[in-house]
């Protein structure tokens, strides 16, 4: 083997080099051949969400590669979204079809959509429905189910069959790598609120959740939502949401929308009217110190409890909703036998048992309880707490507690998105082939090309594999930072480059000529991040995508991929 050759895989800034570049080969995990159509979304109450076994509603912090791919459809191979499209766009209703996934295997039967016409005449029709009785058995007073008839006069109507429904699955193209795509490169829509009032951080951060559950509810999981200001002090919302129509998220984010609580078919509550305090601080809400944790088979299960105060007017038509209903024993304790069923814009989104004491009682604070599981106690506590604060979120409010003026709507097309891409790469590999040729020029000696070129290719693959292991979105703002990023690289390679030649004829040491060029790169590196820096913190969101990539980047330059540069050069100019 060349002496040479050796001593670069041999010196330790090298070695470093290419562990980074293996670990972000992982993180980003290239599969260019990678077929089918990945699952983007779930809709509630759809065929595909009653599936055997349903299909799990996507997770947006699930890497890419891991999400759940459509492969076929009976059998026949789905490669791409428009295999998927073509096959469900004529199926009829009640027709089974077994879905292969990457995951394993869906059943599911698909439903008819009909349209119920209600005319202005009326019709009698015979209820049945079940009722509780006080009677004596064997001598014992005793509650008794029983059924019984009546007849009503109802408005006479008329259902008809529009088709097959929707099954419920949106799905885009199976993605090649770990690297997300922002909405400039992959197609959405891009959303910028205003709350009507200043908010504290308490009352945003749960604007933010409220807004999340509601576009959760309508299955809309692929999403970005975050907090963002401007140098003025303006609090703005920024929404992300990939797959979605324009009009779509305007329906969705403009209105407040509206929250109900129902015991069968009667509503005790409404949000905005009924519920006048949902108890968020550490001494009434968190882990039940009554039950807290526990073992069972397989893992932990921890319980959680709050405390919500509800008007004395609902408080009434709760004790009028349960004061007929049957108690059920449980090894937990006694139970009413209807739930209460919260409602967000009429999706149904949890259910609470109610505790056998409440029953006909017109209780004005009432103790939330509920539990979760997980494999570890950590896990468990984890579970616990977030579904807890889920569904404070949804009682404090399903409709949003203050008003949002939609100040930008910018709906983008994954066409454009895709064309952009392809420009990208294009231009991508130009420019580093120009970079190349210039440098060549420059000094004359492949020795000096070779090294910067690699050194290029290094930076982009590590700063892209820490964006995939972050979860980082790639937009187009982020594409400026990458550009920004590895065109410092080039700069600060010269810079190293330059002052080894120079080191070289007037006798300086190399250890010396580094010194003198690290520290023009250092200065340099330290003035660029705080300008990014405060740009992060003054951008109204959009920003801060170039912000943070060009740190992230300048970064890795700085500390790994510079000195091994310098290794590389030190080691082929030096003869």
């Known amino acids: ?254 209105r407040q929308g509206k929250f109900e609580g129902r015991i069968g078919n009667a509503t005790v509550f409404r949000g905005g009217q009924d519920i006048t305090y949902v108890c968020r601080s550490a001494d009434c809400a968190g882990i039940d110190p009554s039950r807290g944790c526990g073992t069972l088979e397989g893992g932990w299960a921890c319980s959680f409890r709050f405390s919500i105060a509800l008007t004395t007017e609902a408080a009434q038509r709760q004790a009028d909703a349960t004061s007929k209903l049957s108690v059920i024993p449980s090894a937990q304790g006694s139970y009413l036998s209807e739930p209460l069923v919260l409602f967000l814009d009429d999706q149904a989104v949890d259910q609470l048992n109610i505790a056998s004491d409440l029953r006909g009682r017109a209780v004005t604070e009432i103790q939330i309880t509920g539990s979760r599981t997980g494999v570890s106690q950590q896990e468990a506590v984890f579970n616990t707490l977030g579904d807890m604060k889920r569904l404070q979120t949804v009682l404090i409010t399903g409709s949003l507690p203050v008003k949002l003026e939609i100040k930008k709507i910018d709906a983008i097309s994954p066409l454009l998105g895709e064309e952009f891409i392809r420009n990208a790469l294009l231009l991508g590999a130009l420019s580093v082939l120009s970079v190349a040729a210039v440098i060549y020029i420059r000094y004359r000696k492949w020795r000096i090309a070779l090294p910067i070129i690699v050194t290029v290719v290094s930076e982009l693959t590590i700063l892209l594999g820490a964006a995939a292991l972050i979860g980082w979105n790639i937009d187009l703002a982020a594409i400026a930072g990458i550009v920004i990023a590895v065109g410092t690289g080039v700069d600060h390679q010269i810079v190293i480059t330059d002052e080894t030649l120079r080191g070289q004829r007037i006798f300086q040491s190399w250890k010396q000529r580094f010194k003198n060029a690290f520290f023009i790169i250092m200065g340099s590196y330290f003035s660029l991040v705080v300008a990014m820096l405060a740009l992060f913190f003054a951008g109204a969101g959009l920003l801060k995508g170039f912000a943070l990539t060009t740190i992230i980047g300048a970064s890795i330059g700085v500390f790994i991929t510079r000195p091994a540069f310098a290794a590389m050069v030190e080691i082929l100019l030096n003869d």
């Open 1 to 254: 083997m060349n002496p040479k050759v050796k001593k670069l895989f041999t010196n330790v800034r090298i070695i470093i080099l290419l562990i980074f570049l293996i670990l972000s080969i992982v993180a980003i995990r290239p599969n260019f051949w990678n077929e089918g159509a990945a699952v983007r979304s779930i809709l509630p109450n759809s065929s595909a969400s009653l599936a055997q076994p349903p299909f799990p509603q996507p997770n947006p912090n699930t890497p890419p590669m891991s999400r759940e791919r459509i492969l076929a459809i009976n059998n026949q191979p789905v490669v791409e979204p428009e295999d998927y499209y073509a096959f469900i766009q004529d199926i009829g209703p009640n027709r089974t079809l077994q879905i292969r996934t990457s995951e394993g295997f869906h059943t599911l039967v698909t439903a008819e959509k009909t349209e119920t016409i209600v005319y202005n005449d009326t019709v009698m029709k015979t209820i049945t429905e079940t009722i509780t009785v006080n009677e004596t058995v064997n001598g014992v007073m005793q509650e008794v189910n029983k059924t019984v008839s009546r007849v009503v006069e109802v408005p006479r109507t008329e259902t008809r069959s529009l088709g097959t429904a929707d099954i419920g699955l949106r799905v885009y193209e199976a993605p090649t790598t770990n690297i997300r795509k922002g909405l400039d490169l992959q197609g959405g829509t891009r959303v910028l609120l205003q709350p009507e009032e200043e908010l504290s951080a308490q009352d945003m951060e749960f604007l933010l959740a409220n807004i999340k559950e509601r576009l959760n509810v309508y299955g809309l999981s692929d999403l970005i939502v975050r907090e963002a200001g401007d140098l003025s002090g303006n609090q703005f919302i920024l929404v992300e949401i990939a797959g979605a129509s324009e009009e779509e998220v305007k329906s969705l984010l403009a």
